[in-house]
Structures are given as C-alpha cells and as structure tokens.
C-alpha cells in the first residue's frame, strides 16, 4: 500500500461514526440509594446511600449485618467500598451485608475527638476540632434506629473509616464499645493529641462493658506518631485487651502507603471478619487433575453435608495447594490476603 493511501485509511478510522451507528438511550446501572436524612444533633442534613445485597428482594426472611462507611458520599468513598462488597456476589468469600455509607460535610471537625489547644487543630487543619462526640449521637440515636427501623438487619453492626475516619473507629471502640459489633480501622490518624489514644487504651480497655466485640487494625508506610500511635494501641491490645474483644493487625508497611491502602485492606477486612467456607473440588484431568472416579461414600457424606465455619479447616490457599489431595470436598476456611502480622482474631 502506498503512504498517501496508508495515511487516507488511517485518517477514515479516526472519523466519528455516523449518528445512527452510535451508542445511545443507555440503561443507568443503579447500585446503591441515595436518602437525605435530616439531622438535629447536626443542624443539618445528611445524604446516606445504601447499598443492598444481592438477594435481598427475592429472600425476605432473611436479615443481613449492616456495615457503617464513614466518608460514605457517593463521591466520597462510597462506591469503591460498594464494588468490593459487589465482589462477593462473584467469589464467595465473605458474607453479605447491608453497606450504608454516610457522607461527611466537614470529615475535619465531624470526626475529630476533643483537643486540649484547638486553635492548634484549626491552623493546621483548617476546621475547628471536636465533632466526634456529637457524631456518634446522631449515629447512637438518630441514623442507627432509622436503618434498623427501615432495612432488614439482624443486629450485627459494623463501623469502618480510614485516616482521620480511622481514628472515630478507634475513639469509638474505647469510648463507646457497645454502639458496634466490629470496628475496622485502616491507617488511623493515631497521632492525634501526641498518640493520646494509643497511650491510653490500655486504661479504657479496664473499663470496658462486657461483650464480644472484633477490631481490624492496619496502617501502611506512615512513620512517625501515626505509625509509632497505632503500635502503642497494638500493644495495649497485645496485653490488655478485655475478655470478649479480638483483634487483628495488619502491617502493610512494605506494600502499601497512606494513600494506597484502603482500598486492598477494605477487601481483606471484610474476608478477615465475615470469611466464608468453602470446599475443595478435583480438578478435571484437562488442567492436569486426577483422573475423575466414583465418589466414595465417604467422599459423598462429605459434599452432601453443609459447610459452616464451625465445622470447616483453617488454612491458607497455599497450605490448600500443598494438601489438596487430602483435602477433596472437605470445608475449608481460607485466609485470603496478606498475613496478620499479630491478633487474636479467628484463635
């Protein structure tokens, strides 16, 4: 082909197609529900969008867990929390849940614990510290009644938040234990008030109420106090945790930094706290598995019954691979994502 016919056909390819040939009247895919809700501990209103899980029209006996997304705007950190709970529906690999993700106005004051010399806050920040207290009664008593009141929920309650988000997590769980069942804590902004809350947990942990409570904890390549906090509240959880609360802590220092890390430790959270079992399967001799036989009785007792976690095996995928001959049809549990670095969560 000579040049000048060559440039003609390339030139013909960048041409927009003609109007009939286009895309057009789309279908919007819809995966959440965006409310107003109208606050008085707040002095204004709040958008809350709600993701549902799949199921949840067609099985109407069934209650689901809810998990609470702070910074839950739909263009805050709503939807790619939401696409990793969608994730679900196509691997398995943890329970459904109801996401309700609230939207934050201003994330600076409304999430921030009291500080001793605010004006300090306020120059560095750009916002008057302090609105924690006040946010966790509009959750206590204002936006927490409205889903139970409107959703299906089972009782099971779970609050999630990242860097300054992350802090209200672990504020709440020393302060007020029993608002939630599972608090997930990613990159806590721990330097808050020179590590006030890694220093002190030990002593509200003295007096937490009774109850069975779980905390995800992780950070990324943050130094300073936001590393050196978190690793004091590892250590008050290390050797004061109270009786009922597990924990778990994901180092994420090598991999991942401040910026990066909600999004991978979302998902591994979420495997970490609601996992699901799942059984092993022969490979079919086309990708290099045994040949495929009669089952055994004792093969088919196995597949016949139901996997739940109390009667599947802990291991990882790896330790899985190794053993799969050993391990055809039986319930296994797998930990899926990088390895705790240290917890009681799952023993």
Same mark, same amino acid.
């Given at each position: 082909m000579k040049l000048p016919i060559l440039f003609a056909a390339l030139a013909a390819l960048a041409l927009p197609l003609p109007a009939a040939a286009q895309l057009q009247d789309g279908t919007p895919l819809v995966t959440a529900t965006t409310y107003t809700v109208s606050s008085k501990i707040l002095g204004g209103d709040r958008k809350v969008t709600v /993701?549902?899980?799949a199921g949840y029209g067609e099985e109407p006996e069934v209650t689901f867990p809810v998990?609470?997304?702070l910074d839950?705007?739909?263009?805050?950190d709503f939807e790619h929390i939401a696409g990793i709970a969608q994730? /679900?529906?196509m691997n398995g690999s943890f329970d459904r849940f109801i996401l309700v993700g609230i939207e934050s106005v201003n994330r600076r004051h409304e999430l921030?614990?009291?500080?001793r010399d605010p004006k300090v806050y306020e120059e560095a920040l750009g916002a008057m510290p302090g609105g924690a207290p006040d946010y966790r009664r509009f959750l206590t008593l204002e936006l927490k009644p409205l889903v139970e009141k409107t959703f299906r929920t089972n009782g099971h309650d779970a609050i999630m938040g990242e860097s300054l988000a992350g802090l209200f997590v672990v504020e709440t769980l020393l302060k007020q234990p029993e608002?939630?069942?599972d608090y997930i804590a990613i990159s806590p902004s721990l330097w808050w008030e020179e590590m006030k809350y890694g220093k002190q947990a030990a002593e509200y942990f003295a007096n937490h109420p009774a109850g069975k409570r779980r905390l995800y904890l992780t950070t990324a390549n943050e130094g300073d106090w936001h590393r050196e906090g978190a690793e004091r509240l590892v250590d008050a959880l290390r050797h004061h945790a109270p009786e009922g609360l597990t924990w778990t802590f994901v180092d994420a220092g090598k991999s991942e930094t401040h910026g990066t890390l909600y999004h991978p430790m979302a998902l591994d959270a979420f495997r970490a706290l609601y996992g699901t079992p799942s059984r092993e399967y022969k490979n079919y001799p086309l990708v290099g598995g045994p040949a495929i036989t009669e089952r055994t009785p004792e093969e088919q007792a196995l597949l016949d019954s139901e996997c739940t976690r109390e009667n599947s095996t802990p291991m990882t995928p790896e330790a899985a691979e190794r053993g799969r001959e050993g391990l055809y049809y039986k319930c296994l549990l797998l930990d899926l994502g990088p390895t705790p670095r240290e917890g009681t969560l799952g023993q």
């Open positions: /993701r549902l899980p998990v609470y997304l839950g705007g739909p263009e805050q994730s /679900r529906d921030s614990p009291i500080a608002l939630f069942d």
